[in-house]
């Protein structure tokens, strides 16, 4: 609640999919597949970078920080969502909508970032071949996704603190699956639109800052690769960045049309299947994407199926007959 106490509000509804019941259990089966795909894919990256010491590079630590993300990030929207669509109520506390829309809006903006500093590892792969290993070292990876994390959780604390501050008496209905700006600045009892502005500018200026970085370094590289004089050392590069340029589409095309004008007149159909494809479709082909275009991370994770076979084989024999105390 704000200061003054104007705030009557204690809970929202989250209208999620409002359609037949049978639909409900259908998307409800259907989300639940697309999530445990989601955790199983990622987590499958970050055990085979963990666990392969050959795929202790910056690029592949780059890709098991970002599947990390992915875990995450997919955390804060689907399992609520599934629980709301089954429920009769459908509520959510007040801070927890608004804890929702922090960890949300804090995980978005790191894949914003992250997925630059992958660009820039490919541009100085590919560009700078002989200087890439002394520049781009392990610790100066780390170092640099540990600053996009950082940076991205204190991007959003303000503009949240604020929009906690608003009178919100009523209604208090969200026509969405997850606590949004647009749909709850709908909500106050009064206008605001420095806060929705601030809002749209913040997330417009990261989004076409980090889009045209990006841009730059895939052009560069581009430039680089159509000089390559073997076809396949072109087809090598471009299978290298390919699967990464098919992420920066998917997640960027989607984010563009919701965030550069939160109020610009989507309809909530339009904003539920947008949010959709960011927040659930892109983590869930992630690790197709990665892994099938990848030949080291495909051996890593071949490596890794066979040890658990070889764990599980172990677990059998142990709690066996023959192991069981007379």
Excluded at 4 to 33: D, H, K, P, W, Y
Excluded at 104 to 119: D, Q, R, V, Y
Excluded at 311 to 320: D, E, F, T, W
Aim: net charge positive; aromatic share 12%; charged share 10%.
């Amino acid at each position: 609640m704000n200061a003054s106490g104007a705030n009557m509000v204690t809970e929202f509804i989250l209208l999620s999919f409002s359609c037949s019941r049978e639909i409900q259990v259908l998307l409800f089966m259907l989300f639940l597949v697309s999530y445990i795909l989601t955790l199983l894919g990622n987590g499958a990256i970050v055990c085979a970078v963990k666990l392969d010491q050959k795929l202790h590079t910056p690029m592949y630590l780059l890709l098991a920080n970002f599947s990390f993300l992915e875990i995450c990030y997919i955390n804060t929207t689907v399992p609520n969502m599934l629980g709301n669509i089954l429920s009769e109520t459908k509520t959510i506390s007040f801070t927890a909508c608004f804890l929702q829309f922090y960890f949300f809006f804090s995980l978005g903006i790191n894949e914003t970032f992250l997925l630059p500093l992958m660009a820039f590892d490919r541009y100085l792969a590919i560009c700078r071949p002989l200087h890439y290993p002394t520049i781009m070292s392990n610790r100066l990876c780390t170092i640099l996704v540990s600053l996009c994390w950082v940076t991205a959780f204190l991007c959003y604390p303000v503009p949240i603190y604020f929009i906690t501050q608003l009178p919100f008496c009523g209604p208090n209905t969200i026509d969405h699956f997850v606590c949004d700006p647009g749909p709850l600045l709908a909500l106050s009892c009064v206008p605001a639109p420095g806060i929705e502005l601030s809002c749209s500018l913040l997330s417009s200026i990261i989004i076409f800052i980090t889009f045209f970085f990006i841009l730059a370094s895939y052009t560069l590289v581009l430039r680089v690769v159509f000089r390559v004089p073997s076809a396949a050392g072109r087809r090598k590069a471009f299978s290298t960045c390919g699967s990464h340029l098919v992420v920066v589409s998917l997640f960027y095309g989607t984010v563009m049309m919701m965030y550069i004008s939160p109020n610009s007149g989507n309809p909530a159909g339009t904003q539920k299947v947008v949010t959709l494809i960011y927040s659930l479709l892109t983590p869930l082909v992630n690790p197709l994407i990665y892994s099938l275009r990848n030949k080291d991370m495909k051996v890593a994770l071949r490596r890794i199926k066979i040890l658990t076979k070889i764990s599980q084989n172990s677990l059998a024999l142990i709690s066996g007959p023959y192991f069981l105390p007379i």
